[in-house]
């Protein structure tokens, strides 16, 4: 009967550590990536910039080979343009991205709608270095403060996650941007 007891109040007590875990934490989180590139901002931006041609290094294919579909777009590159996409892969699931704001090889901005899932906001800056490379650098900010919860502590883990997603992002963009012409090296069949 001790042992019950013992083991109810550990349960107990985890609880209590969640719930106010999840009230403590932060409800917005920020993700950052970069990677050096040599190739000019010009051509990177252009592989940002056209939601269409992510499908030539998007780090989601490799979970859903499915998600470039011709129908999921709206609008040409740049300002305005928009893609939403349904997965049924769990990581990936529904939702939309459109373009708010797009400096010519400088900065794109993009607005992340989640479904039930929240609301973020991406963002590509482009530096060019002396030496002819570029630092890319990919930021998303998102609101996962619901539920109270489970979306904060949702958001411990989703640097290890998303982040990730960033760098084999970021990997593959760098192997199209300096490899133009030759489409990615390895990888899902299904990218151009």
């Known amino acids: 009967m001790k042992a019950l007891k013992a083991i109810g109040s550990v349960i107990i007590v985890l609880l209590l550590v969640v719930i ?113 490379l570029t630092e890319v650098q990919w930021t998303m900010h998102a609101d996962i403060g619901e539920p109270v919860i489970v979306g904060p502590l949702m958001g411990v883990v989703m640097d290890g996650f998303v982040g990730e997603m960033f760098e084999s992002g970021l990997a593959n963009l760098k192997e199209v941007s300096e490899n133009p012409g030759q489409g990615l090296l390895s990888g899902s069949e299904n990218r151009p």
Not at 39 to 58: G, K
Not at 98 to 116: A, C, K, M, Y
Request: with cysteine.
């Open 20 to 132: 106010v875990l999840g009230i403590a934490l932060p409800k917005n989180v920020t993700i950052n990536r970069s990677v050096t590139i040599d190739a000019p901002a010009s051509t990177i931006f252009e592989h940002v910039n056209d939601l269409r041609a992510w499908a030539s290094w998007s780090p989601w294919l490799d979970l859903d080979p499915n998600l470039f579909q011709a129908d999921n777009f709206k609008g040409e590159s740049g300002l305005g343009q928009r893609y939403c996409w349904d997965s049924n892969h769990q990581r990936i699931g529904s939702g939309c991205m459109e373009i708010v704001n797009s400096e010519p090889h400088r900065r794109v901005t993009t607005q992340l709608e989640f479904g039930d899932m929240g609301s973020g906001t991406g963002e590509w800056l482009f530096t060019e270095k002396r030496d002819g």
